[in-house]
């Protein structure tokens, strides 16, 4: 059930972009489509509906976590054709695997990892991708986990990760990791763009530990009721927030949240 946390209810239209000068509504679309091909959740069906969903709900933003970078660069497809000018953006960043120091790879070969699809408005003014793999990491798991963050230049910055799922303790420090060194020191070009991220933390709400101790002071936080986050600078105003069916295609709900930003 979403959500936890709402700020203000409006009425907005169904396309949305990164912001650009006139604040237009944000929709981000956050999915976990375990598609390894290695999990008992995987379908080989979640990035068909994925596709699906984002023609439908035509968000402006949307996190990939458990996916293989062929899947990014089908649904940047996707995400093209929905939307009307403007330039559409992908990212990918790979786990790593522990036992090879190489990416950590799909049942398929490919890399395996987050993505992020961004729909810039005109006019452009370029973008720049930032990633990494945490320095905490569980040391009997070979999947050494990645963030991943695209700066959209004069619009915002987004992220996406997807936190160990062995250990709370350890998420809750990855995410700390993220949100207290990583994101900041991405910021430093522009202070004042504002910043959001969202994922598969493995953390909960109410959770030991509370996934509400790295959320940074003045950021907002709001989650699907289960363990996908959404965090926030304070200069975003969230509109809506609800789950959105995938069709038994993967476990995980995907989880639409509609911002704009106060500017």
Not at 4 to 24: N, T, W
Not at 102 to 108: A, D, E, I, M, S
Not at 111 to 125: E, N, T
């Amino acid at each position: 059930m979403a959500v936890v946390f709402l700020l203000s209810v409006a009425a907005l239209p169904a396309g949305s972009s990164v912001p650009g000068p006139a604040s237009a509504p944000i929709r981000l679309l956050q999915m976990n489509l375990c598609n390894s091909g290695m999990a008992g959740c995987y379908t080989g069906r979640s990035v068909t509906e994925a596709s699906k969903v984002i023609r439908t709900e035509k968000p402006g933003l949307v996190a990939l976590n458990e996916v293989c970078a062929d899947d990014v660069d089908a649904l940047e497809r996707t995400m093209a054709d929905v939307h009307a000018g403007g330039t559409v953006v992908g990212a990918f960043k790979a786990a790593r695997n522990g036992r090879t120091g190489g990416p950590y790879r799909c049942l398929n070969g490919q890399p395996y990892g987050v993505g992020l699809l961004a729909h810039i408005p005109a006019p452009y003014r370029g973008h720049t991708v930032h990633s990494g793999i945490y320095p905490m990491q569980d040391a009997t798991d070979p999947e050494e986990r990645a963030w991943l963050c695209v700066d959209a230049a004069g619009a915002l910055y987004a992220c996406t990760t997807h936190l160990a799922y062995t250990s709370p303790v350890l998420a809750l420090a990855q995410c700390g990791y993220l949100l207290g060194t990583a994101i900041p020191l991405m910021r430093l070009r522009d202070p004042q763009q504002p910043a959001v991220l969202s994922g598969d933390l493995n953390l909960r709400h109410g959770g030991s530990p509370d996934v509400r101790a790295c959320v940074p002071s003045g950021y907002l936080h709001l989650h699907d009721g289960a363990v996908q986050q959404l965090m926030a600078t304070g200069d975003f105003i969230v509109h809506s927030s609800r789950s959105v069916s995938m069709g038994g295609t993967t476990d995980h709900a995907s989880f639409l949240v509609t911002l704009t930003v106060d500017r």
